[in-house]
């Protein structure tokens, strides 16, 4: 069997200096050859992009890095080329290249002040018009517990000229509890020409504060990074520390994970295809959506004391147990809610009115799909089978019947609505998978945890909307350094405008 630094010398240039973390391997490269290296493995060797960070490693190294994460899905392989910024705070940008880049160099600049040299959109991301100038939060230097001075800036927004061209501003202040969101809509009568997002109002500085507080802690900001998949997002922080501090996990905390990241999965996927229907006005499916979740959050709750399944992943494992009475009892609940929802599927796709507004409603293509790196279930609703379970096993997934990953090619809202409901039997069928091979062991998480110095370590972990990854780097003490979780929302929200463009604006919420 090839070991991964074998597997690794397949990609990288002979004459780099490649070092191995787990899964893993980085090397460094001179910015001049970083383009010429990047598009080989993304364009020729078929690596797909997973996330571009830096670090503000002055303290240590005298410099500021950028790093470059790709990955073989089949080979579970990550190739993570980097360069040193010493006299510079300009990198090349890849932006015109690798589209997927885009968003990833804006927040390098708009966070560490470093320049992407040659990139197409100089406006910022996440940060607002009163964020002052020359003030980069994910410095080490930043003062995080002082308020900066309020500034009065100006967002650019692209305008469509035209006659009988108009805008539709929509947001930040939302009529329901949806998260802020501010959308500008340019349309001609109804249809939508262009449209454009901008988010980032309740940013709350996290990977600042993961600077500063302890393990614990950490673990409890990973769970609010996205409420409705705190689960997912600290499993996937706690297998990055696992890895960095080389920490093993029983088989029976890698069964239990399954099972609530599924748990998760499907109360989600309950909620949203309620969300769909209840858009279109069909309040019948609206209703049994919402009353179905509502199922799987009171089985979180008696389950673990969290119906968002907070306060359950450990460094080291979990920290609820099943009985066999818990297990029983959830086996048989589960065939109770999937006979439900079965029944509720079958009178929505029996109505016209619903079907209609589904269908070629919101197409996004393969094409544009895969040139974006889009992850989840829109792109699994364009064709695209990508899925941190299968591609980078974790938890017990490699030692349970997966069948295949659940995917559509039209792309559009009708795709996606049945890719979710497909996902909802394979969920079911994979807890119940799990509670039959439920092993005979105790959990027993580590009391203590002692990191590798100068390391690093990636996580993925198949949240409900997509994949969820996190890159994790220690210093020369043995401290979490650097922490960029990346959630599948920061890469699917840059293509909400190709899928709006040419539909009606009340399809929007669809």
């Known amino acids: 069997m090839h070991t991964t630094m074998e597997k690794a010398r397949n990609y990288i240039p002979q004459n780099a200096k490649a070092e191995l973390y787990g899964n893993a391997v980085a090397f460094e490269v001179p910015s001049s050859e970083l383009l010429n290296i990047v598009s ?87 940060l607002h018009e009163n964020w002052p100038g020359g003030v980069f939060p994910l410095r080490k230097d930043f003062a995080c517990m002082t308020r900066p001075e309020s500034a009065q800036g100006a967002y650019p927004y692209k305008i469509v000229k035209g006659e009988g061209i108009y805008e539709i501003p929509v947001g930040p202040i939302h009529a329901g509890i949806i998260e802020p969101g501010h959308f500008r809509f340019s349309v001609a009568g109804e249809e939508i020409m262009l449209l454009e997002a901008r988010l980032g109002f309740t940013h709350k500085g996290c990977e600042k504060l993961f600077e500063k507080l302890s393990l614990n802690e950490k673990i409890r900001l990973s769970e609010k990074i996205s409420g409705d998949s705190s689960f997912g997002h600290s499993l996937a922080f706690c297998q990055a520390v696992e890895q960095l501090g080389d920490i093993a996990v029983s088989k029976r905390a890698r069964y239990l994970r399954v099972i609530y990241a599924e748990l998760e999965r499907l109360a989600n996927h309950f909620g949203d295809i309620g969300a769909i229907m209840l858009d279109t006005g069909f309040n019948f499916g609206g209703s049994h959506g919402a009353r179905l979740r509502e199922m799987i959050m009171q089985i979180n709750g008696r389950l673990t004391g969290s119906r968002f399944l907070r306060g359950v992943n450990v460094a080291g494992g979990v920290t609820k147990d099943l009985s066999a009475f818990d297990i029983s009892g959830l086996s048989a609940g589960l065939a109770e809610i999937t006979e439900d929802f079965l029944e509720v599927i079958e009178v929505a796709e029996n109505s016209f009115s619903l079907m209609n507004r589904l269908k070629g409603t919101g197409v996004l293509s393969h094409e544009i799909a895969e040139d974006r790196g889009i992850v989840g279930i829109a792109g699994k609703a364009a064709g695209i089978s990508g899925d941190a379970r299968f591609d980078y096993p974790y938890a017990a997934y490699d030692e349970l019947p997966m069948g295949n990953v659940v995917t559509a090619r039209d792309g559009d809202v009708y795709s996606r609505f049945i890719v979710r409901v497909k996902e909802v039997s394979a969920s079911v ?65 840059a293509v909400l405008g190709v899928a709006g463009c040419g539909n009606v604006v009340p399809d929007f919420p669809l």
């Open 40 to 126: 080989d493995l993304h364009n020729n060797r078929h690596f797909g992009l997973k996330l571009i960070t830096a670090a503000d490693e002055r303290l240590d190294q005298r410099c500021f890095k950028v790093w470059y994460l790709f990955c073989l899905p089949g080979e579970n392989l990550f190739i993570i080329p980097y360069i040193r910024l010493k006299n510079t705070l300009e990198f090349p940008s890849l932006a015109s290249t690798i589209h997927e880049a885009l968003n990833y160099e804006k927040k390098i600049r708009t966070f560490f002040g470093l320049e992407p040299a040659g990139h197409p959109d100089e406006r910022p991301v996440i």
């Open 429 to 493: 069928k994979i807890i119940q998978e799990a509670l039959a091979r439920m092993p005979e062991e105790p959990l027993s998480p580590p009391e203590a945890v002692t990191l590798k110095k100068n390391s690093l370590a990636v996580s993925c972990v198949e949240g409900w909307r997509g994949e969820i990854l996190y890159f994790a780097a220690t210093d020369s003490s043995g401290n979490l350094s650097r922490i960029a979780p990346r959630d599948p929302s920061f890469i699917n929200w």
